[in-house]
Antibody, heavy 116, light 107 residues
Framework: QVQLVQSGAEVKKPGASVKVSCKAS????????MHWVRQAPGQGLEWMGR????????NYAQKFQGRVTMTRDTSISTAYMELSRLRSDDTAVYYC?????????WGQGTLVTVSS | DIQMTQSPSSLSASVGDRVTITCRAS??????LAWFQQKPGKAPKSLIY???SLQSGVPSKFSGSGSGTDFTLTISSLQPEDFATYYC?????????FGQGTKVEIK
């Protein structure tokens, strides 16, 4: 079955960077875009961008342009999302998600806390 | 970006009630619409894809309908485990957008 397993919770100071990983299994990793979505405490869902695991090509939401970098390692079927120059309002749960065939599969989420 | 407007933002219902949630897109999205359920502290759980197709393993009390700009999610007989927040999501555009959520609470 399709599984997306994310790395564990992180605590970072303002101005630092964080890199979250998402390991895919149960489907052809290079066949489907990987998206990243975040959810601030008590808030809705916000799309951050996507990566084509086959080519490495990316599309980022304008809000995150210049601060987010999405990469992948096809040898281990893993996608990464790095967010730099962290601020307190980046405190959120970060999810990877993939529209594999017709269904959207979600990772379990990674809590990133930004605090001095 | 395609805006998704979901209503109501919250509702109170009793066990056994039929519940309907609506979602409207700011432009036509064909049937590229998903519904999912989220409980506190948990990841989203997919319920419906392609507007009306039931995700494998999801009980048939959940159903979706609509095409173009107007969509609905119906829960035919609300059970205690269904109290949660429900979101619609469009994936017609590569920039996914989401409704603001509907919190279903116990009356």
């Amino acid at each position: 079955q399709v599984q997306l397993v994310q790395s564990g919770a992180e605590v970072k100071k303002p101005g630092a960077s964080v890199k979250v990983s998402c390991k895919a299994s149960g489907y052809t990793f290079t066949g489907y875009y990987m998206h990243w979505v975040r959810q601030a405490p008590g808030q809705g869902l916000e799309w951050m961008g996507r990566i084509n695991p086959n080519s490495g090509g990316t599309n980022y939401a304008q809000k995150f342009q210049g601060r987010v970098t999405m990469t992948r390692d096809t040898s281990i079927s893993t996608a990464y999302m790095e967010l730099s120059r962290l601020r307190s309002d980046d405190t959120a749960v970060y999810y990877c998600a993939s529209l594999a065939t017709v269904t959207i599969y979600w990772g379990q989420g990674t809590l990133v806390t930004v605090s001095s | 970006d395609i805006q998704m407007t979901q209503s109501p933002s919250s509702l109170s219902a009793s066990v056994g009630d039929r519940v309907t949630i609506t979602c409207r897109a700011s432009q036509g999205i064909s049937n590229y619409l998903a519904w999912f359920q989220q409980k506190p502290g948990k990841a989203p759980k997919s319920l419906i894809y392609a507007a009306s197709s039931l995700q494998s393993g999801v009980p048939s009390k959940f159903s979706g309908s609509g095409s173009g700009t107007d969509f609905t999610l119906t829960i035919s007989s609300l059970q205690p485990e269904d109290f949660a927040t429900y979101y619609c999501q469009q994936y017609n555009s590569y920039a996914w957008t989401f409704g603001q959520g509907t919190k279903v609470e116990i009356k």
